[in-house]
């Protein structure tokens, strides 16, 4: 094999098209752009989506869907998942080991669903009204 041999695979390229040389190069007059319109002239173009005045399909449709960040760290307990809990003193990492919650959770907050049936204590985990009476009740602590 020789330098001078090498080639590029066959019909991996294509010959330039060399517009404007005259009508014997079958791309001459118009260039192949064709006749008048926006298109054929110099500096003609259009926004992205344009459709020629038409309202864009990107305007004709609802705006729909919002994710929020705050959303994707936090997680709400029912207080009947506490009984499943292990220890007494609950806060995010015993949540955590106990497959309540997942392991990207920053937030909780436990709601009133369910009952509890054993004294807990809450560290650093809000608490709903009506979850914070149910606790109290069964003679459980709450600390902020």
Known sequence: MKLNTIKSAPGSTSVRKRVGRGIGSGWGKTCARGHKGQKSRSGGF???GFEGGQMPLQRRLP???FSSRVGRVSSEVRLSELNAVGSDVIDIEA???SNIVTKNTLF???MLSGSIDKKINLKGIKVSKGAREAIEAAGGKIED
């Open 63 to 65: 705006k729909v869907g």
């Open 95 to 97: 949540l955590k080991a």
């Open 108 to 110: 909780v907050k436990v």
């Open 46 to 48: 259009h926004k992205v």
